[in-house]
């Protein structure tokens, strides 16, 4: 099933845009505060007019989400080498207690001998 899509109105550089998502009301005005934010940062830095500061805005975001992806694949590829760590440690700590096992039961044989 589709979701509805709904119509927010946001207020980016000091314009009004009407923005149909299907996100939340919440989600969509989150985006929006985030996008004025670094466009009135690089209007403060920079004077330039809004459309190169739109493009400017959204060059460093998707900087943004190039970084956090990387930063997203990376903590996967660890997890994933901890995971596998972990799993050998068990089959370690499962091979030590055989041993132990097995050492056991010939301590209690050779003392059963005695």
Do not use: C, F, W
């Amino acid at each position: 099933m589709q979701n509805q899509k709904i119509r927010v109105t946001v207020r980016i550089a000091g314009k009004d845009y009407t923005i149909a998502s299907t996100d939340a009301p919440e989600y969509v005005n989150r985006v929006a505060g985030y996008v004025d934010r670094k466009m009135n940062e690089l209007s403060l830095a920079t004077h330039l007019p809004a459309s190169q500061l739109a493009v400017l805005a959204a060059i460093n975001a998707t900087d943004d989400m190039l970084k956090s992806r990387d930063e997203i694949d990376r903590l996967r590829r660890e997890g994933q080498a901890l995971h596998q760590q972990t799993e050998q440690l068990k089959a370690d700590l499962a091979d030590r207690d055989r041993e132990i096992a097995r050492l056991t039961a010939a301590l209690e044989a050779k003392r059963a001998d005695a």
